[in-house]
Structure formats: C-alpha cells, structure tokens
C-alpha cells in the first residue's frame, strides 16, 4: 500500500493555525478510511478525525470538533488536517492513519482506548507544540 509521510508540524503560539499533510498511496486513498490521531507526551494515543471513504463523510473528536477539519486531494493523494484556534492540549505527535475498515466505535466514542493495531497503516508522526 506505500508510505505515508505527514508534515506540517512546527511549534506555534496559542491561538494560532496549522495545516498538517500526509501523502499517501493512490490505492489507499481510493478505497481506506483515512484519518488522523495523536500522542500527547506522556499519554495514550487518541483518535482525532477519520474521513469515511464508504460514505462520504468525516467525523471527529469532541476535543477537536469545531477547531479541525479534514479533507483529501484523490488527485494528489494528499490528506489535510487544517487545525485553528490551537491550544496546549493540541500539543501532540500527529500521524496520518489508514486502514480498510472505520475505526472501532468504542475508540470514537472514547469508550476503549486507541491501540497501534486499529489501523493498518501509520505515517511517522509529525511533532506540533503550542505554546502559550
């Protein structure tokens, strides 16, 4: 299925936007679910948005819905997380997500944890820091 390379990450102030990239395979992105989670310092993975190729639609966190939002280039094979009004819970490493199936329910209602092994394909992570 290829790689997938995320960027956009840097530190910014407070208040401020991001837009994270991840390039992916032409294969997976016309037939996977493809999303994004993150890693806080210290804590569990948790789910962030996932773009659900089966039905159109997207779909994400309470932490981040209204603040984030998804969307794909198929021509480009690129997926986007556009974050605004960033915060230091935002502080996080993001990787770009994909797997033939949606995620599991209980990890999108956060009623499970977020394991590796609920998606089939990672990105390396990219680091974005805000600071006050």
């Known amino acids: 299925q290829g790689q997938w390379v995320e960027s956009g990450g840097e530190s910014v102030q407070d208040g401020r936007s991001l837009r994270l990239s991840c390039v992916g395979s032409?294969?997976?992105?016309?037939?996977?679910?493809v999303g994004w989670v993150r890693q806080a310092p210290g804590k569990g993975l948790e789910w962030v948005s996932t773009f659900y190729h089966h039905e159109d639609r997207t779909d994400y966190s309470d932490s981040v819905k209204g603040r984030f939002t998804i969307s794909k280039d198929n021509a480009k094979n690129t997926l986007y997380l556009q974050m605004n009004t960033l915060n230091s819970e935002d502080t996080a490493v993001y990787y770009c997500?994909?797997?033939?199936?949606?995620?599991?329910?209980?990890?999108?209602?956060?009623?499970?944890?977020?394991?590796?092994?609920?998606?089939?394909?990672w990105g390396q992570g990219t680091q974005v820091t805000v600071s006050s």
């Open positions: 997500v994909a797997d033939a199936g949606p995620p599991p329910a209980g990890v999108v209602s956060g009623l499970l944890p977020l394991r590796r092994a609920d998606f089939d394909y």
């Open positions: 032409e294969l997976s992105f016309n037939s996977f679910c």
